[in-house]
């Protein structure tokens, strides 16, 4: 059985929010998942973060990624957050199937599916390294993207292919995010400079792709958890590996998506 917990932990910081940095009182702030809860995210800030940050981290970014791009793993491997009568609502509206491999341009024979018979198989968009980790400013704009593939395996749906409608930008920002607080809440910002991506998660920068990029020669990483989370350095650079869905990663190695890795800023 693959795992679909990761593990649990709080992370208290010092009474200011993670993202504006500004000092509030405790009802004033809310619980930040460092992975989204609705991916079964179980680290958490308490307190964290204000809720005119935590309205913009929702909005701007991390509800579109959670629809859009995680919206069939998250069905598929019933993952339902706090919301416990999601399921069925977050089942509808899966995206259309085609049989053969002519998807993208639209082309091929629509299959309909109920939801449990539906492809066990999911992607993930990956990118490039992050432009600070190779001195190319790569800005807001994604080029050449890939993607990876993940079979859950099960039910001899592997020639069909899902038209996956991948909101690229706003899943990266969720990677930009989860790396940031993560360093945040086992470092504190005494450890790295934080301000070029806190810029970024604040909205006052935009270009993403040079703090989130895949990993280019991946390491042997744990597959017991869900979600993984790892620190690197980088060079000058403290960086942050999210292995999201590493559970899923096959034994045999053909479900491959390279973890993300966000470089959170130059550490001190
Ligand atoms: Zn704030």
Known sequence: MRSLAMRKQNYYLDGRCVFCRKSFTQAELTDEHIIPEAINGSLVIRHGSC??????SNQEYENQALN???KVPRVLLGLRGKSKGS???DARHMPEVFAGDSVMGGEGKRLDFPIEDYPKHF???QFSQAGLLVGIDR???????????????GNGLENVRTRVPFIIGPFAMMIAKIGYCYAMAEYGDDYFDATDIRALLMGTRDDVYNFV????NPERLSTRHLHGLYFRRRAEWLTVLV???ASCHSQQGTNICNPYEVVVGRAL
């Open 51 to 56: 809720k005119e940050c935590a309205t913009r």
């Open 68 to 70: 859009v791009d995680l």
């Open 87 to 89: 399921g069925p609502r």
């Open 123 to 125: 992607s993930l968009v």
């Open 139 to 153: 800005g807001a704009t994604l080029v050449s993207p890939r993607v990876a593939f993940f079979n859950l395996g």
């Open 213 to 216: 990029g895949n990993v280019e």
């Open 243 to 245: 292995h999201l869905f």
